[in-house]
Nanobody, 119 residues
Framework: QVQLVESGGGLVQAGGSLRLSCAASKSSFSGSIRTMGWYRQAPGKQREMVAT???????SYADSVKGRFTISRDYAKDTVYLQMDSLKSEDTAVYSCNAATLRRPSGYWGQGTQVTVSS
């Protein structure tokens, strides 16, 4: 079992920045965490991948956030961060963290944190 706790969401003006954090706590039974990532869901839209980082450090980004968002990971703390710069109104969404293990490739989800960008 892996539990994820997200923080850092809020209200920001367009052009501003926010930093999201997601800390994972796991049992020894769950095994090591492989890929961690951030996903978002805007009202009336499907959830989409924002950024992911593998156990080996390989990162992937949605085209819409490339050059503006940076994902990073503290492997010792099982924590993943999302630095969001140059925010746009279209970035407004609920951002959720996901952590995948070998036993559960689909991963575990956090409760989500709201990010609202005002124009």
């Amino acid at each position: 079992q892996v539990q994820l706790v997200e923080s850092g969401g809020g209200l920001v003006q367009a052009g501003g920045s926010l930093r999201l954090s997601c800390a994972a706590s796991k049992s020894s039974f769950s095994g090591s965490i492989r890929t961690m990532g951030w996903y978002r869901q805007a009202p009336g839209k499907q959830r989409e991948m924002v950024a992911t980082v593998t156990a080996g450090g390989t990162t992937s980004y949605a085209d819409s956030v490339k050059g503006r968002f940076t994902i990073s990971r503290d492997y010792a703390k099982d924590t993943v961060y999302l630095q969001m710069d140059s925010l746009k109104s279209e970035d407004t969404a609920v951002y959720s963290c996901n952590a995948a293990t070998l036993r559960r490739p689909s991963g575990y989800w956090g409760q989500g944190t709201q990010v609202t960008v005002s124009s």
